[in-house]
């Protein structure tokens, strides 16, 4: 497409700026407004470390939403309007010498409840596999792809792509030789076997074992829950002293104590069935199981080996450690079923693009609500009630962690296809409102993965469904990536609404992405033009893995989108 000229420019636009945030959290199953508190304290903490720092206020926002699909519905969005005593100068370049921020409105677009209950974990395990699958199939496209942005080193883009291929696949045949071994091992087999078929004091064993780890879980996040409090009753030295001991007697205390509190009971019980005949017999046979239990979870003090002490401890039943493979098992099957479905689960329903896929409505609706949502801040006015009132902000930033990155992308990609129609409808998005969507924030994005895993391949011959597909979710993406050539072209568009939205989301709207080593989820974006090296930053995360969500709290994040955008 030919350059395209600026629009006219607009007269008297006021130097103190109103900016709106549209704050998008990631897979990790956020909570209603936890983001947002997030986003809103690291800015916050960011402007009051400044050295001429102001004084911040916080003022609570409350609005009627309804739905894109369901105007019937509608419900009540809280948000945040911070602002300082004094107008605060800008520190991007982004803006002129002079111009302020005279508030700053943070609004979180929360999608999590819509991927819910959408996909089991049998799915999501599937789902892995087939985007595993994905880089063997299509090895020669993406080599493509890397190579155009990667250039002059073609033969060192093939040896990562095999070197990724090889990571990708040892995993699998560890973990398959793993399963086999366990499976084909004496011990957990037997363990199988007698837990089919328990006896009564196994069976009481492992309700003991459970009720104690119930209870230490509950003093435990008690005590957690006390010392990061603030203020109040938790904070209280008593408080924090009885569940920190309550936390030590339910982890240590119970394999001491338990073996003499079942032999008292079992003692009690059998005095009440001598003095009192007409007490169920059945009494008798529970006295003889404690008894059993008592004399199986008695701590072995004397014992010098030190396995089966910690079996004991951790099991109160020395015995009970031929269970501690299946234990184990069950343990790591758990934890794989809860990534699966709550953090691989909204990606399988979101990133599939497929409009033949069962999820496609759920993901759906999770870009047309973030598009209206975005849509409604760029259009809402000072005066709601004056035709005539300015809009309610000048400048528009988006902000999206993990795959709530990829849900920002999509929905500015949305937002500039529905510009570029010019609809009549003056509540639909007009190319001039893009003026005011200045820039995106994206961090621990998943964007490159995505584009590298799960773009849709197309056959060449198709080359008008090729460039249709480009014209419709290619915002940003490098030019002629991978799609062939072909004498089959799009001609320039020359409509002037067409073109002006082009313009402001091209000239006036910039992109910055953060990313980490540590987090394996983000990573550098090689498939999308943002104009600028400097729009890129990397940092240090710790600990790793976890540290996908350590940008919410690093200060060196905040100071890089004021930075850049701010």
């Not at 030789?177 to 076997?193: D, E, M, R």
Request: glycine share 4%; aromatic share 14%.
């Amino acid at each position: 497409m030919p350059e395209i000229s600026p629009p006219p420019p607009t007269d008297n636009k006021p130097t103190s700026k109103r900016i709106a945030f549209l704050v998008i959290h990631g897979i990790v199953q956020q909570r209603p407004y936890e983001a947002l508190d997030q986003f809103a304290r690291g800015l916050l903490e960011s402007f009051a470390s400044d050295k001429n720092a102001h004084t911040w206020k916080i003022y609570p926002q409350l609005e009627i939403c309804k739905g894109p699909n369901h105007a019937q519905q509608s419900w009540v969005r809280a948000s945040y309007r911070i602002a300082p005593d004094a107008p605060v100068v800008f520190q991007s370049d982004l803006h002129p010498l002079g111009e302020t921020i005279e508030d700053i409105s943070l609004i979180e677009y929360y999608w999590a409840p819509i991927t819910q209950d959408k996909i089991t974990y049998t799915g999501s395990l599937l789902f892995l596999i087939r985007a595993g699958l994905q880089p063997f199939l299509y090895m020669g496209a993406n080599i493509n792809a890397i190579g155009k942005t990667d250039r002059g080193r073609l033969w060192k883009v093939i040896g990562k792509e095999f070197i990724r291929q090889a990571c990708l696949f040892l995993p699998l045949i560890l973990f398959l030789a793993a399963t086999l071994a366990w499976l084909y091992a004496a011990k957990p087999l037997t363990a199988i076997k007698d837990f089919r078929n328990p006896s009564p004091p196994v069976i009481l064993t492992a309700v003991l074992i459970f009720i104690r780890y119930l209870y230490t879980y509950t003093t435990g996040k008690a005590l957690f829950q006390s010392l990061v409090a603030n203020s109040g009753w938790q904070t209280k030295r008593p408080w924090r002293s009885l569940t920190f001991f309550a936390f030590l007697a339910n982890l240590f205390l119970w394999p001491f104590l338990i073996s003499p509190v079942l032999r008292f009971i079992a003692s009690f019980g059998s005095h009440l069935t001598r003095s009192m005949p007409w007490i169920p017999l059945h009494l008798g046979h529970w006295s003889t199981l404690l008894r059993t239990v008592a004399a199986n979870t008695a701590f072995p003090a004397n014992n010098p080996n030190w396995m089966t002490r910690l079996y004991a401890l951790l099991f109160l039943d020395p015995g009970f450690s031929a269970y501690l493979p299946l234990i184990l098992w069950l343990i790591l099957a758990a934890f794989v079923r809860f990534i699966l479905i709550n953090y691989v689960g909204d990606v399988a329903v979101y990133v599939n693009a497929s409009e033949l896929t069962k999820n496609f409505v759920a993901r759906s609706e999770i870009l047309d609500a973030c598009t209206a949502t975005l849509t409604g801040i760029l259009k809402e006015k000072l005066r709601p009630a004056d035709p005539l009132s300015p809009p309610a902000f000048d400048q528009v930033y988006v902000a999206g962690h993990s795959l709530g990155s990829v849900i920002a992308y999509d929905s500015i990609n949305n937002l500039l296809d529905r510009a570029r129609t010019a609809s009549p409808d003056p509540a639909q998005i007009q190319a001039a409102d893009l003026e005011r969507l200045r820039g995106m924030v994206t961090f621990g994005s998943p964007l490159n993965k995505i584009f590298y895993f799960f773009r849709e391949q197309i056959d060449p011959r198709q080359m008008l469904r090729s460039q249709t597909l480009d014209l419709l979710h290619s915002f940003r993406v490098l030019t002629n990536l991978e799609r062939p050539g072909s004498s089959w072209q799009f001609q320039p568009v020359t409509d002037d609404n067409w073109r002006e939205a082009d313009y402001y989301l091209d000239h006036n709207f910039r992109w910055i992405n953060a990313f980490s080593i540590e987090d394996p989820v983000s990573g550098r974006l090689i498939f999308y033009d943002l104009q600028d090296e400097l729009n890129q930053e990397q940092y240090n995360l710790y600990p790793p893995v976890i540290a996908h969500l350590s940008y919410w709290k690093d200060p060196d994040f905040y100071t890089f989108v004021r930075k850049r955008l701010l």
